[in-house]
């Protein structure tokens, strides 16, 4: 097991690289002059040149490439040109934000859409069935921000039952001591049960906002795969053993349905964990998506070069993860394979 | 237990699937018996309702079936009354049944041996403890070699035969008095099957246990069985001793049957196949008989009146308009 993880993470070196590369490359053909940008509207091109010097812009491609790797190697992720803050320290402290807000986001996904896909599968056709089909489709269907805002609406101004949608914990508390930079997990640490409130108070519409939007695919995936486990020979078998309805459902049919439903949280996990940009913004969460997207606009190459570093490291310690459960669950899956 | 109360009995019994493209009328006023420690087989082309016949007296049938009408009785039990918690006692521990494709009828990520487990702890009283010692015990009886290792193993890392034996072994594990197995060879190479037959027939008879086997091999079914069922088309058009069935068989198509089945004395190349095929069950203007139209002996009344069931001795039955008939010897 352990030598194949080790393995595994060797043979993600070549597209860590790669990503290196493309990034770099790719943040220089953005479009719009990073010097031009900072010098101001009103700059004399001396001024223009002066800054391009500074920032090292004025060397040729591959010299570039070299300066970066070189501080690639020694930690550093460059200095963000807008707020002057290093990347390291801004992605540190923005990635466990995501990384929370996600999570949440998925459990609460999960504790609705699987059970409700398993009952679906169990009675197809009937009220249930239709009330889950009905429920997801409209889960996806609303944009995030208009569920954010309709939800912060609701439960902020007119039932007043949550705190101000703003950021991740109310002013008056302050950030718990960062061990892992989860609010949840690190006042749990500190045994601060007041800033953990706080704090699951201020997550939870962000991270219900995205729940709802996960749920359809993945109780449709969970409903598709149990109706096909359901309908197999060896649920038959089962049956007709006479092993009880919980035990085939659930021993039996819901673990071989399993696989699937890992494989779309995988892909779900990946998919919201950069690009819940809208949702951050809605409920001004200090996220990775936002602070990526205003580096973009604003052609800061070295947050961009990090964040996408970043997210091709989550990526491969995530699929990483996929096929250790597959093992887990799955014994055809060869685990040193 | 005497002659006159079978273990289980079949009477009368009709079933439909509702399916989207129509109603299947799968089972017509099939009635059938199996006494105590008695070897039944039911034979019939793929298509004729074998299989969801064993599946409607375990009630296993899924959500599209619909029983029309009927009844089975199972050592005295109401089986189509009886509540979902009675069956479940009655599955696995009085009637088991070995399914047609073993390889696919064991659950693939769980180990063999579990699984065994699972059935001995529904049925039985057996100890924790002891329940490991058990499965062991269930495996070595159908002589998987090595069953202490085997215990452990997947399906998949099992040869289909291997698989056969564990199915064997589960579905033996509470030594139930009705086991069906429903075409327990399909799929095995020859000498695999024989040998499969005759585990089951060897573990039928050392427990005295009562026997369907479904097959669609006629000469299987009168090697092992004591009696025959033939199906046709979700009717049971024939059934009879097997000396008697193949002796002197009543219905064209038992008739057709036998002398389409290989057997030493009779050439390959005399072989007669059966011309025709099943009617489509889904249609709503089934004749009477649904071998009608691939019969040589129809006449005009085959399609009018119900089909009539005649008695030619104790414990021969057929269902025809106008059966074969015999001079007297
Ligand atoms: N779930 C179902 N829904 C609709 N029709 C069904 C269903 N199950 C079986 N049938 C129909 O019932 C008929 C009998 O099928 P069954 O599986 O019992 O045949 P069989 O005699 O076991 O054949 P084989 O030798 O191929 O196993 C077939 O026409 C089949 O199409
Ligand atoms: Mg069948």
Request: hydrophobic share 45%; net charge neutral.
């Amino acid at each position: 097991m352990l030598k194949m993880i080790l393995r595994r993470l060797a043979g993600a070196i070549p597209n860590i690289v790669g990503v290196v590369i493309v990034t770099f490359l790719l943040t220089r053909a953005l479009p719009g002059d990073p010097a031009a940008y900072f010098a101001g509207p009103s700059a004399t091109t001396e001024a223009i040149e002066q800054i391009r010097a500074q920032l090292g812009l004025d060397k040729s491609l591959p010299h570039q490439f070299v300066l970066y790797l070189k501080e690639l190697a020694s930690g550093d992720l460059g200095n963000s040109l807008s707020t002057g803050q290093p990347v390291l320290a801004e992605i540190r402290t923005r990635l466990p934000a995501s990384l929370e807000l996600t999570l949440c986001g998925l459990v609460l996904a999960c504790v609705t859409a699987i059970p409700l896909g398993v009952l679906a599968a169990t009675r197809p056709g009937s009220w249930i069935d239709h009330l889950c089909r009905m429920l997801a489709t409209a889960g996806v269907s609303l944009p995030t921000f208009f569920t954010g805002l309709l939800l912060a609406y609701v439960c902020y101004f007119l039932l007043g039952i949550s705190p101000s949608p703003v950021g991740r914990l109310d002013v008056s508390f302050p950030a718990p001591a960062t061990v892992t930079g989860l609010y949840l997990v690190d006042s749990l640490i500190a045994r601060d049960m007041e800033t953990f409130r706080a704090a699951a108070a201020q997550l939870i519409l962000p991270a219900a906002t995205l729940g709802l939007f996960v749920m359809a695919p993945l109780m449709r995936m969970t409903r598709a795969s149990m109706l096909g486990v359901l309908s197999s020979d060896f649920i038959r078998t089962a049956r007709a053993s006479g092993l009880s309805g919980t035990k085939v459902l659930y021993t039996y049919a819901f673990r071989n349905a399993l696989l699937p439903i890992v494989t779309t949280l995988g892909m779900v996990f990946s998919f919201l964990l950069g690009s819940n940009v809208l949702v951050e913004k809605v409920f001004a969460w200090p996220g990775i998506g936002s602070y990526v997207i205003e580096a973009l606009v604003s052609s800061d190459y070295a947050p961009v070069q990090g964040f996408v570093l970043t997210m091709a490291l989550v990526y491969v310690m995530l699929n990483l993860a996929i096929d250790v459960m597959y093992g887990v669950i799955d014994p055809r899956v060869g685990i040193e394979g | 237990m005497n002659a006159e109360a079978p273990l289980l009995s079949v009477k009368d019994y009709s079933l439909e699937f509702r399916t989207r493209s129509g109603t299947v009328h799968a089972l017509e006023d099939v009635s059938i018996e199996v006494a105590r420690g008695e070897t039944v087989g039911i034979v019939g082309e793929s298509g004729s309702g074998k299989s969801v016949l064993s599946f409607g007296i375990l009630r296993i049938l899924d959500a599209a079936a619909d029983v029309r009408a009927g009844a089975i009785s199972f050592a005295g039990m109401d089986m189509l009354a009886a509540k979902e918690s009675a069956l479940q006692q009655v599955r696995g521990r009085e009637i088991a049944m070995i399914f047609q494709n073993p390889r696919t009828a064991l659950n693939p990520i769980r180990k063999i041996g579990r699984q065994i487990e699972d059935v001995l702890r529904t049925h039985t009283s057996t100890l924790q403890a002891d329940l490991k010692k058990k499965a062991i015990e269930c495996l070595a009886q159908v002589r998987i070699t090595d069953p202490e290792r085997r215990y452990s193993a997947y399906p998949f890392e099992l040869s289909g035969g291997q698989c056969q034996r564990v199915m064997i072994a589960l579905a033996l594990a509470c030594n139930p008095s009705l086991l069906i197995a429903d075409e327990p060879t399909t799929g095995l190479d020859v000498t695999t099957q024989a040998a499969i037959m005759e585990l089951v027939s060897e573990l039928a008879r050392e427990r005295s246990m009562a026997t369907i086997l479904i097959t669609h091999d006629l000469a299987l079914a009168s090697e092992y069985c004591d009696r025959i069922v033939v199906m046709h088309a979700g009717h049971v058009v024939e059934s009879a001793p097997t000396a008697r069935l193949f002796e002197r068989p009543r219905h064209p198509y038992t008739a057709r049957l036998i002398a389409s089945t290989p057997s030493p004395e009779v050439e390959i190349d005399s072989l007669a196949s059966i011309p025709g095929n099943l009617p489509d069950l889904r249609r709503n203007d089934l004749p009477k008989c649904r071998f009608h139209a691939r019969c040589d002996r129809a006449v005009a009344q085959c399609t009018v009146g119900p089909l009539p069931e005649a008695t030619f001795e104790p414990g021969h039955r057929v269902r025809c308009f106008n059966p074969l008939a015999y001079t007297a010897p």
